[in-house]
């Protein structure tokens, strides 16, 4: 009885908000220019990312579907400032496949009938790839793809949408190569090879390099806690230096941290919290000495780009596109990935240990940090990229 009415409370609940779609955002979809489809506004690299992109394109009559629910607002403010939002999670988890399927129609059919929408972009949603089949072949599309993990999910959607996907967007050569690899395990057509251009991430790089504004070293982790970030690895880092030097400060910032308080203090380290303004950024980067990333997998981090921009030395093991970045011992260090975390703990450890020992080092490593940060990161590229392909 309690499930029969709660299914039924589910259904005129979506039915509700697709009401409020179709006679509130229809028209504002049908005016549009370009069509976002993104899962999330928490925080996030790519989250970031996509803000960014859009920021990019202010001049442009942008709406952005947001696909999935959201752990927090963070970024939300960001996409409202450039772009129109519109978020159906709250019709699409309520599981109904009759509801769904009006929801589906009504976005592609919405799409299909302006006279205004060139362009289609996604990056990241699942959703979206359910309604590419539905959608006009004259208009443009264009996805974007990060990073993909060892044996990936998105391989089927990765394949089945070749075909129909005008520009396939990278942020780096390592993840071109994978994707390329899948096209040729799927005997994909060589000439779909064509359409996948990188586009790198970018950030705001002040002019001038700051001092750091801390007397002892200052260590830092910056992301979500999660399985690939392997935060873990870092709280036994922390430990291991501790014991040597109990003057050098371990800090943690991020998504997901906070329900991990007990053993982050256990460790010595200290939570910062869920950064995303912009002012904390700049706080902690000019705080923060050393930038570790213990990561199994990545693209290329967004926080390594923003803690360069302020003389933060990376140390990062070696995977995804970080090397493309990264040159050993110059700018930044790479460690051999393992899956042995202990191990993997102990090399950070090593390299740290000299960083502490060997000032002369760390200082050069921060300038060279730093100016490379200005030579290839900087914003007006990326602006540039995204404009010349969405328009």
């Known amino acids: 009885m309690k499930k029969n009415v709660k299914s039924i409370f589910n259904f005129f609940r979506g039915y509700y908000f697709l009401l409020l779609l179709y006679f509130f955002k229809k028209r504002k979809i049908k005016n549009a220019e370009i069509v976002f489809f993104f899962p999330f506004y928490h925080t996030g690299g790519a989250e970031k990312v996509h803000s ?44 109904n496949d009759w509801i ?44 974007l793809y990060h990073s993909f993990s060892q044996n990936d999910s998105r391989e089927k959607q990765l394949i089945d949408s070749a075909i129909r996907i005008n520009k396939r967007i990278v942020i780096s050569q390592k993840t071109k190569r994978d994707i390329i690899s899948y096209y040729n395990k799927n005997n994909i057509n060589q000439e779909l090879i064509k359409r996948i251009e990188v586009i790198e991430n970018a950030v705001m790089v002040p002019e001038i390099l700051d001092n750091k504004t801390n007397k002892n070293m200052v260590i830092g982790f910056v992301g979500r806690w999660s399985e690939e970030k392997r935060p873990e690895v870092f709280l036994s880092i922390a430990n291991m230096i501790q014991i040597e030097f109990p003057e050098i400060e371990f800090v943690m910032a991020g998504s997901g941290i906070v ?14 919290g869920d ?4 002012n904390q950024i700049i706080e902690l980067y000019r705080k923060i000495d ?19 921009s302020y003389g933060v030395i990376p140390i990062a093991t070696d995977v995804g596109g970080i090397s493309e970045h990264l040159q050993n011992n110059t700018n930044g260090i790479l460690i051999e990935n393992s899956s042995d975390e202990f191990h993997l703990a102990t090399q950070f450890v090593k390299i740290i240990k000299m960083l502490v020992r060997e000032g002369y080092v760390r200082d050069r490593m921060s300038k060279n940090a730093f100016e490379y940060a200005q030579n290839n990161f900087d914003i007006e590229q990326f602006n540039k990229s995204y404009q010349e392909l969405l328009n």
């Open 52 to 95: 960014q992109i859009v920021a990019a394109l202010q001049v442009k009559k942008c709406i952005v579907i947001f696909t999935q629910g959201s752990a927090t607002t963070n970024f939300l403010k960001k996409f409202k400032a450039n772009a129109t939002v519109i978020e159906i999670n709250s019709i699409v988890n309520k599981k």
């Open 100 to 143: 769904n399927q009006k929801l589906k129609c009504l976005l592609y059919s919405t799409i299909n009938q302006s006279n205004t929408i060139q362009t289609i972009f996604s990056s990241n949603s699942p959703y979206f790839y359910n309604l590419l089949s539905y959608l006009n072949p004259d208009l443009k599309i264009i996805d």
């Open 259 to 272: 329900s991990n308080y007990e053993v982050i203090q256990e460790n010595g380290v200290k939570y910062l």
């Open 275 to 278: 950064l995303f303004e912009e």
């Open 290 to 308: 050393l930038l570790l990333l213990p990561s199994v997998y990545e693209g290329f981090p967004m926080v390594i780009m923003e803690a360069m």
